[in-house]
């Protein structure tokens, strides 16, 4: 029961985020996830992949709620999205089949470090500066593959990585949040489709378990998560742009600074 209520309110929490922040919450689901895994008795070699490939499904219910608020507003830039998202897809097969070779102590100390740098970035405007607007079709496909390569890695649903690649190309803030949201769908997809296969035989599986991904998990925070993300895409676009990019700054600082020292 106490797994439960966890689950349904880091479902609320998350969702918040996604429509927010254009993220897909996994750098708050993954701790708790582990958290909760390891006090249910899973096997500490796949309690990290686990909990990847748990955020990442759950992602793409939270997603789906975001991405229809931030479209009815008309802030996803859908052509901009279809080239991301085939880049996407390969990378995010390419960084799934990658990881279940890496220690999940290895991959947490990468998240913080990488939380803290794209925080740095994003609180300070550290954008290099932008060769223009209109990104060829190749670059914005390589971008993709980057985005989808590292959020397979980290369980997230790429906007850590999608904001400030929209930000360095020049698009405003609400339209970044929107069009990364909109992106965490095809991420969330691609990555929990390979954890579910990579992880299918593990002997290790507790039962609800479909390779990596645990299925009670994911609905608990689910059916939180899709109500709540309408709250934070509609709060995301009442918000000043510099405010908001700044919360997202020190939102990912706070993650940063929990995977490396706690």
């Not at 609320?12 to 897909?24: E, H, R």
């Not at 975001?66 to 390419?94: C, E, N, Q, Y």
């Not at 790429?158 to 803030?173: A, N, Q």
């Not at 990019?245 to 706070?254: E, H, Q, S, Y």
């Amino acid at each position: 029961m106490a797994s439960i209520l966890l689950f349904l309110v880091v479902g609320a929490i998350t969702g918040v985020l996604a429509g927010l922040f254009g993220i897909g919450g996994g750098m708050v689901m993954v701790p708790v996830l582990v958290f909760s895994l390891t006090a249910s008795g899973v096997e500490p070699e796949i309690i990290f992949h686990m909990a990847l490939a748990t955020s990442l499904a759950t992602i793409v219910f939270t997603s789906l709620t975001s991405i229809a608020t931030h479209h009815r507003k008309g802030a996803v830039d859908w052509p901009l999205m279809r080239f991301l998202s085939i880049g996407i897809v390969v990378g995010a097969f390419a960084g799934g089949a990658i990881v279940v070779s890496v220690t999940g102590a290895t991959l947490e100390k990468a998240i913080g470090v990488f939380a803290l740098l794209v925080a740095a970035k994003m609180f300070f405007g550290l954008n290099p500066p932008s060769k223009g607007d209109n990104p060829s079709k190749l670059g914005m496909i390589s971008a993709g593959g980057v985005v989808g390569f590292g959020s397979a890695w980290f369980g997230i649903g790429g906007g850590s990585f999608t904001v400030p690649y929209l930000i360095w190309i020049k698009r405003p803030m609400h339209y970044a949040v929107a069009t990364s949201a909109a992106c965490g769908f095809p991420i969330a997809v691609s990555g929990a489709l390979v954890y579910a296969f990579l992880g299918w035989d593990n002997p290790h599986l507790p039962e609800w378990s479909t390779g990596f991904i645990y299925w009670p998990a994911v609905l608990g925070m689910a059916v939180t998560s899709m109500p709540m993300a309408k709250v934070g895409a509609n709060l995301a676009h009442s918000l000043n742009p510099q405010l908001l990019r700044k919360l997202f700054a020190l939102l990912l600082v706070v993650l940063g600074i929990n995977f490396l020292f706690f």
